[in-house]
C-alpha cells in the first residue's frame, strides 16, 4: 500500500470535516493577515477545491 493509498483511505468520507477545517482555519489567519486577507480566501477556496478530488 503506498502512501496515496494510505491518505485516500484516511480521509474518504470525511470531505466535509475537512472542508469545516479548511474554513475555520482561514477565518484565525485572516483575521491576522491584515491586508492580505484576499490570499487566504484563494488559497482556502483552492484547499476546498482539492477537498472536493478525495474519495466520497
Same mark, same amino acid.
Given at each position: 500500500?503506498?502512501i496515496a493509498d494510505k491518505l485516500s483511505s484516511l480521509t474518504k468520507g470525511k470531505k466535509? /470535516? +475537512?472542508?469545516?477545517? +479548511? !474554513?475555520?482555519? %482561514?477565518?484565525? $489567519?485572516?483575521?491576522? %493577515?491584515? &491586508?492580505?486577507?484576499?490570499? $487566504? !480566501? &484563494? =488559497?482556502?477556496?483552492? %484547499?476546498?477545491? %482539492? =477537498? !472536493?478530488?478525495? /474519495?466520497?
Open positions: 500500500m503506498g466535509k /470535516p +475537512i472542508k469545516d477545517g +479548511i !474554513d475555520t482555519g %482561514a477565518k484565525a $489567519v485572516k483575521g491576522k %493577515a491584515g &491586508s492580505h486577507g484576499d490570499k $487566504v !480566501d &484563494s =488559497a482556502a477556496d483552492a %484547499a476546498k477545491k %482539492a =477537498a !472536493d478530488k478525495l /474519495p466520497d
